[in-house]
């Protein structure tokens, strides 16, 4: 069998979500899988030592121009010349027009539930790629062998929107996992390293906020900006990561707040293996999303031992279980208690650093790794 998996962006420099997800399972099948033979399609970029090639897994660049054209044009061409028995396409979209038997993983399907090209929020980058979405995804729920989601939240919502039968096997749920580096730090030299390199403060939040709507920045930080008013806390930081400082005044502004920013650090881009000193380091991480498929770093701030806040919306109370401080994300008066309380109870910050580091060992990429190649060899024995 000769499996073809799409990983256009897994050569950028700044990888993100559904890139780590994607480099995650490729890893982990190079381990795993030493029978089929594989193809991963990438676009031509810097990080080129991101990905190896073994005796049965074969990089292919593939140039072929913008997003669109690339999927829709270049790579169905390419994974038929390499006589792929199967396409795997990792991040929400696929090609609309190829004769290979298809598996997608849908993460999500937020950008079919607003029209988000015309809401104020959100970037143009974003919302031109959402219409994109919008316009593709619809076909390839209809034509794939199987649509890979990744929670049971997920699974419901496509479901419901696409009218798929909650019993059909083509949709199936299967758990993202949480990198092993991820783990308590008791090395100072390592905490220092990284608190240098970022100038991070003694004592800080850290949240993972970005311009997505769904992120729910500006709640986030009208509740860090009213607990500070309420405390009068002297030495308290807020740390974001890869913000840009103009849109961050702008939100700062929209809330009634510009001097918060005095108490912002704004690291720019995080190599991964730095984030778990990051996640060591802060007091509490804040994830109070209004939306999410998943939420991996939810499990990377549990599997640090990190005491967290997060949301009663979507997948979160799913994958956090009991181990965080649950809030209702449009109410950022809570999120505001809660910072309160996690900062003042040590108690109940213990109580959650156990629970969650018992709630991550449920998830790992091996296991998924194992559940994807089980649907590739259903699919192709399916139709060969």
């Avoid at 702008?250 to 704004?266: F, M, T, V």
């Avoid at 997060?310 to 809570?334: C, F, H, L, Q, R």
Wanted: overall charge neutral.
């Amino acid at each position: 069998m000769k499996i073809g998996i799409e990983g256009q962006r897994l050569l950028r420099t700044k990888k993100h979500g559904m890139d780590m997800v994607a480099l995650e399972l490729i890893n982990e099948l190079q381990k795993l899988d030493h029978e089929n033979e594989y193809v991963v399609f990438v676009k031509p970029d810097e990080d080129t030592a991101t990905l190896k090639a073994t005796s049965n897994f074969k990089i292919v660049e593939l140039k072929g121009g913008p997003y669109p054209t690339w999927e829709q044009w270049a790579l169905p061409k390419a994974a038929k010349q390499e006589g792929c028995h199967i396409l795997h396409c990792t991040s929400n979209t696929a090609p609309v027009c190829s004769d290979i038997p298809l598996i997608v993983t849908l993460h999500d399907i937020i950008y079919m539930e607003s029209i988000s090209l015309f809401k104020k929020s959100g970037t143009w980058y974003q919302k031109t790629g959402n219409m994109y979405r919008r316009f593709v995804v619809p076909s390839i729920v209809k034509k794939s062998d199987k649509i890979i989601t990744v929670s049971k939240f997920e699974k419901n919502r496509i479901a419901d929107f696409f009218g798929i039968s909650h019993d059909d096997n083509r949709l199936v749920a299967i758990y993202n996992g949480v990198s092993e580096h991820f783990i308590p730090i008791t090395n100072q030299n390592e905490l220092q390293r990284v608190k240098t390199k970022y100038h991070l403060p003694d004592r800080f939040l850290f949240f993972l906020g970005n311009t997505d709507p769904k992120k729910n920045t500006p709640g986030t930080l009208k509740a860090f900006s009213d607990y500070l008013k309420k405390t009068r806390d002297p030495d308290l930081y807020l740390v974001m990561l890869d913000y840009e400082r103009a849109s961050l005044e702008k939100i700062l502004s929209d809330i009634g707040d510009k001097a918060l920013i005095e108490r912002i650090i704004l690291t720019g881009y995080v190599v991964n293996t730095d984030l778990p000193a990051i996640y060591n380091l802060c007091k509490v991480f804040l994830y109070p999303s209004l939306r999410e498929s998943f939420g991996i770093p939810m499990l990377e701030a549990m599997r640090c031992g990190t005491p967290m806040i997060t949301s009663n919306t979507s997948s979160m109370p799913e994958v956090s279980g009991n181990a965080a401080y649950i809030v209702d994300p449009y109410k950022p008066e809570e999120i505001t208690v809660g910072i309160e309380k996690l900062l003042s109870d040590s108690i109940l910050r213990d109580d959650l650093r156990k629970k969650g580091l018992l709630q991550a060992e449920k998830f790992s990429w091996k296991h998924m790794a194992e559940d994807v190649l089980k649907l590739y060899h259903e699919v192709y024995n399916n139709h060969y």
